[in-house]
C-alpha cells in the first residue's frame, strides 16, 4: 500500500500563534509532496508543490512567508502558517506521490481553527 | 487549460438503487481523470482512473465511469447504492501522463437514505 499521515488532525490555536502540520510517507518515499487548502464546502486547491531537498514551489496567491513548507527527507514534508489569524481556519490535507508521473495518495488532512 | 465540472452539488438516492454522479471536463490536451471519495473529516481515496486505456474504467467498491469523448464527459456510475456510499466526491483532472496539478471539480455529495 502507500500509507501517508498526517498529524496533527485537529489543532485549536489562538491568534498570533504558529502552527506546524506534518505529512509523513509512512511505506513508501516520496520525493514529491503537494499541501491542499480546502474550505467548508468546498473543492481542494493546490497551495504549494515541494520536491525533497529543494524549495516549494507556491501556486499563484499563495503566500510563502505564511505557509513554511519544508520537504528534508524523503517521508516528511511540514507546512507552518505562521502568525495565524482566523481567516486562516481551514482544513488542510497533504498528498505524497513517489516521484513526478505517480499517483498522489492523500493523508486524513488536519482541520485547523484559529480563535 | 484544464477545468472539470460537476454537474450537481447534491444527489439522494435510496439504498439498493443505481448511482449517476456527472461530470465534464475541458483540457487542452489528451487528459487523465479521476474520481476520489472524502468521507467526513478525512483525506482522499482514488475510486478510479482513466488514463488512456479502455474507456469503461472499473473502480473499488463497485463503481465504474466511462470516459466519452465527443460529450467530453465522464460520470461515475455504481449499480446499487450502500449506506457507506455517503460522501463527498470528486471528478478530477490532469494532463495525460502526469498527476501533478490535479485540477478538482467542485464536488458532488452524494446522499443514501434507508
Known amino acids: 500500500g502507500a500509507v501517508v499521515s498526517q498529524h496533527p488532525s485537529w489543532v485549536i490555536c489562538k491568534s498570533g500563534t504558529s502552527v506546524k502540520i506534518e505529512c509523513r510517507s509512512l511505506?513508501?518515499?516520496?520525493?514529491?509532496m503537494f499541501w491542499y487548502r480546502q474550505f467548508p464546502k468546498q473543492s481542494l486547491m493546490l497551495m504549494a508543490t515541494s520536491n525533497e531537498g529543494s524549495k516549494a514551489t507556491y501556486e499563484q496567491g499563495v503566500e510563502k512567508d505564511k505557509f513554511l513548507i519544508n520537504h528534508a527527507s524523503l517521508t516528511l514534508s511540514t507546512l507552518t502558517v505562521t502568525s495565524a489569524h482566523p481567516e486562516d481556519s481551514s482544513f488542510y490535507i497533504c498528498?505524497?506521490?513517489?516521484?513526478?508521473?505517480?499517483?498522489?495518495?492523500f493523508g486524513d488532512g488536519t482541520r485547523l481553527s484559529i480563535l | 487549460a484544464q477545468s472539470v465540472t460537476q454537474l450537481d452539488s447534491h444527489v439522494s438516492v435510496s439504498e439498493g438503487t443505481p448511482v449517476l454522479l456527472r461530470c465534464n471536463y475541458s483540457s487542452s490536451y489528451s487528459p487523465s481523470l479521476f474520481w476520489y471519495v472524502q468521507h467526513p473529516n478525512k483525506g482522499l481515496q482514488l475510486l478510479l482512473k482513466?488514463?488512456?486505456?479502455?474507456?469503461l474504467v472499473k473502480g473499488i467498491n463497485g463503481f465504474e465511469a466511462e470516459f466519452k469523448k465527443s460529450e467530453t464527459s465522464f460520470h461515475l456510475t455504481k449499480p446499487s447504492a450502500h449506506m457507506s456510499d455517503a460522501a463527498e466526491y470528486f471528478c478530477?483532472?490532469?494532463?495525460?501522463?502526469?498527476?501533478?496539478?490535479?485540477?478538482f471539480g467542485t464536488g458532488t455529495r452524494l446522499l443514501v437514505s434507508p
Open positions: 482513466y488514463t488512456s486505456a479502455a474507456t
Open positions: 478530477v483532472v490532469t494532463p495525460r501522463g502526469g498527476f501533478q496539478k490535479l485540477v
Open positions: 511505506d513508501f518515499q516520496a520525493t514529491t
Open positions: 498528498s505524497a506521490s513517489r516521484q513526478e508521473g505517480q499517483p498522489q495518495h
